[in-house]
Nanobody, 123 residues
Framework: QVQVVESGGGLVQAGGSLGLSCAAS????????MGWYRQAPGKQRELVATSTSDGNTNYADSVKDRITISRDNAKNTVYLQMNSLKPEDTAVYYC?????????????????WGQGTQVTVSS
């Protein structure tokens, strides 16, 4: 099994910055990608940013000018640096990891999710 743990959430004033981290651990052959998603009250979960092991990144249009995702492959950790935060950024932020596992000679792709961390941006 694979464990995904987020940290770094909290309360910040509008215009401020906040950094989140997510670490994946457990039994897997490779860690292909990690990403951040968020869900605000009354809204569906949405993509924030993703990062692959070869360095490719993808951002939602609503955050691409204010948020940066980065990875430390040696530590199986992904970071989300958020700047110029707005009240509409308030949400539970979830980390996801896509891994490859090998079972009896068969390679399988599996997705794992963390429990989420609350980010609240006040006016």
């Amino acid at each position: 099994q694979v464990q995904v743990v987020e940290s770094g959430g909290g309360l910040v004033q509008a215009g401020g910055s906040l950094g989140l981290s997510c670490a994946a651990s457990g039994s897997f052959f490779t860690l292909n990608a990690m990403g951040w998603y968020r869900q605000a009250p009354g809204k569906q979960r949405e993509l924030v940013a993703t990062s692959t092991s070869d360095g490719n990144t993808n951002y939602a249009d609503s955050v691409k000018d204010r948020i940066t995702i980065s990875r430390d492959n040696a530590k199986n950790t992904v970071y989300l640096q958020m700047n110029s935060l707005k009240p509409e950024d308030t949400a539970v932020y979830y980390c996801a990891a896509t891994v490859l596992t090998v079972v009896r000679g068969t390679i399988r792709r599996e997705d794992y999710w963390g429990q989420g961390t609350q980010v609240t941006v006040s006016s």
